[in-house]
Structures are given as structure tokens and as C-alpha cells.
């Protein structure tokens, strides 16, 4: 029998998807040994979206592991090779930024760099306010730089928020499948 994917699940403080997000990872958790990872704002903020410890208690509850909260858990990632595919979802227009001008002053952030070292794909599942204005250049650089891959995204409401991108949870796995071949799904663009 052959072990399964090992996929780390990073969740920035987008918080009105996480309700989608844990679903996601619900699905994901039937085929995959799941790890999440959290931001300082997903792990502690409470919001109209709930609470932080009840986001936390629902990650450990899927994943059936603590989840990784601070920088110096996410660093140990890199030495251990503890995925094979890192997905953050959501990510964040912040985030976004920190990666693509390599700064690792978050939990997710250093889980990246950490994961990067290894040679091992980084799947982004976005979720900003700002990815057709300030977050665009980022997309960008990302999009070109080895490791990272997109999950497939669009405008999630062109008329009320027209610079909003946000990626299309329902293609993640397909995504992290043709991440692990070193390919971007296509079409990336919805």
C-alpha cells in the first residue's frame, strides 16, 4: 500500500473564505494526509466569520494533527520534508506580497521558503481584494518564478469589487496533481 500525499495547507486571514476553505480541506482530508499551517491573523483573529479557536479546533479536527502556528514550527518544514506539496489557500493579496519580495516574517511565509528549499511545488490559491490593481505585479512575479503554481481564478464579483480575484477551490487537487508533474493547470484564467 502506498502512503499518501503529505499536502501542508496554509490558511492566511482571508476570512470570508474560510467556510469554503474547510470544506475544501474536508474533501482533500479523504485522499490526503493533511497538515495545516496558519498565519498570526488566521490562528488568532476572531471576526464576524467566527472565531479563531473554533477555526482552529475545525483544522485539527480535519487534519487529525496540531496545527503549525508560529515561525519557528513552519521552519522546521525545510529539514524535515514534512510535504510534498504546500497549498496556500486562501492567500492573500499581503502574502502575495511578502512571497514574490521574499520577506518570511509569517508562519506561512517561512512554511513557504522552508518548503521551497527542497525543490517541492508551492500551490497558490488566491483570495484578494486588490489582485487586478496592487497585488497584480505580485501575481505576476510569482507566476514566473520556479516553484509556484495558481490554482485557477477569476473576477468573483466584476461589478460590486472589480479589482477581486479569488481561485476556484473546486480545482485545487487538480492543481497540486499537475504541480507535483511540474505543469500549471490550464486554463488559469477563468
Sequence with gaps: ?????????????????????????????????LTAVVSQNAGSTDTRFGEAAAHLARLEQITGKPVIKTIP??????????????????CTGNTLGKLAAGITDTTVT????????NGRPVVVAMSTNDGLSASLR??????????????????????KKETSLVADLTKVEQTVIKALEGKQLQPVLL
Design 110 to 117: 517561512m512554511a513557504a521558503k522552508a518548503h521551497l528549499r
Design 1 to 33: 500500500m502506498s502512503e499518501k500525499l503529505r499536502i501542508g495547507c496554509a490558511l492566511c486571514g482571508s476570512f470570508c473564505t474560510f467556510e469554503k476553505t474547510m470544506a475544501a480541506l474536508e474533501d482533500l482530508s479523504e485522499r490526503y494526509d
Design 138 to 159: 505580485n501575481v505576476g512575479e510569482l507566476m514566473v518564478r520556479k516553484g509556484y503554481y495558481f490554482v485557477p481564478f477569476g473576477q468573483d464579483d466584476p461589478v
Design 73 to 90: 514550527e513552519a521552519e522546521r518544514i525545510g529539514p524535515g520534508k514534512l510535504f510534498d506539496v504546500l497549498v496556500i489557500m486562501p
